[in-house]
């Protein structure tokens, strides 16, 4: 078959798929297999590289997708699909998170200023062109094949739990093989996924012994921000006993909007006393990156002058660099702080 014949039955086919091409799901895979390789044949090299480098992007999109319910907002096309501007009214999203940049859409050649070229990085657009979403008007999108079987409760919920249990691992993962030689991982407890068993030793060591007397403090997040940490807490110990509380300056205190349920927040510079005594945690996480050893010395003494002897712990969430080799990013993040602020991993 020529290119034009075979690139006009390939348009005819796409055009109305569920009559053109076989149902026989033999006959389909087998269908599937050879369009695959015929593709990595008509994609350059470089565009396959860039398309398994990108992946890690796209599947962070599919999870943001599921956190906003986007696969259940978006309609069919014939019940006129759903706008950018509709979608962001009812998750709360910017639009310009959610659409994509009028000026950009419509004169894509033309180089963008640099307002528009800010806003331009969109989950829909990801969307679109993974085939999860389809797109037939300026902002308006149709639900496909894929949205709608994405509406599964157990499949959406399976997808969340292999995004977050699984996406830290794998990160690890080349680290871990190289750092072992590449041998195959056979301890449970010595593995790319032993972060995640953190779970158990979090349950063990600072939960089981925690004395849940009224208004006691099971844990305080010094310099937590808004709270996202607790907020996850909470969710792996939904029933666990004692105040969470978040501790921040007071311009970032004043500008939480949305307080998480549970978590109580407090003014407080982590240079001054500590003004919660007793507590059972004070957990630190990416604290003393940011700060010369002096200063990190002088922030665990007020924090220590707090602490009841033999019951509370300091708990910090920090990188601790090798004293030989080493990660790249660790080590790099090392001079990113050393440049920012005298400070160092």
Not at 43 to 66: C, G, K, L, W
Not at 234 to 263: N, S
Not at 310 to 333: C, E
Request: glycine share 6%.
């Amino acid at each position: 078959m020529s290119e034009p014949n075979l690139l006009e039955a390939l348009k005819a086919a796409n055009e109305s798929p569920s009559t053109r091409l076989p149902q026989d799901t033999m006959a389909r895979k087998t269908l599937l297999t050879e369009l695959r390789k015929l593709n990595v044949e008509l994609e350059s090299p470089m565009d396959s590289i860039m398309r398994y480098v990108f992946q890690p992007h796209q599947n962070a999109m599919i999870r943001t997708a599921i956190d906003l319910g986007l696969f259940e907002l978006v309609r069919p096309r014939e019940k006129n699909g759903t706008g950018a501007q509709e979608l962001a009214g009812e998750t709360g999203a910017e639009q310009s998170l959610i659409g994509v940049c009028s000026s950009l859409q419509k004169n894509p050649v033309s180089k963008p200023d640099l307002r528009a070229e800010n806003t331009s990085v969109r989950v829909m657009r990801v969307l679109v062109t993974m085939g999860i979403i389809s797109e037939f008007g300026e902002q308006r999108y149709a639900a496909t094949r894929i949205s709608k079987t994405w509406q599964n409760p157990p499949l959406r919920d399976c997808s969340k739990d292999l995004f977050d249990e699984s996406a830290f691992s794998l990160a690890q993962l080349p680290t871990f093989l190289k750092q072992t030689h590449y041998k195959n991982p056979s301890d449970t407890a010595n593995g790319p996924f032993h972060a995640f068993n953190t779970y158990m030793e979090v349950q063990e060591v600072l939960l089981n012994d925690f004395n849940a007397k009224e208004e006691a403090v099971l844990l305080v997040d010094v310099g937590g921000g808004r709270g996202h940490d607790l907020e996850a807490f909470k969710e792996a110990f939904p029933h666990q006993e004692g105040r969470l509380i978040v501790q921040d300056l007071p311009d970032v205190i004043d500008d939480i909007r949305q307080p998480v349920p549970g978590v109580e927040a407090m003014k407080h510079n982590f240079f001054t006393p500590q003004p919660v005594k007793g507590a059972r945690v004070h957990f630190f996480h990416y604290i003393f990156h940011d700060w010369p050893d002096q200063q990190c010395h002088d922030i665990l003494q007020q924090t220590a002058a707090a602490m009841t002897k033999g019951y509370s712990r300091i708990l910090i969430n920090d990188w601790l660099l090798a004293n030989q080799g080493g990660p790249m990013f660790p080590a790099t993040m090392d001079i990113n702080m050393m440049c920012l602020f005298a400070s160092g991993e």
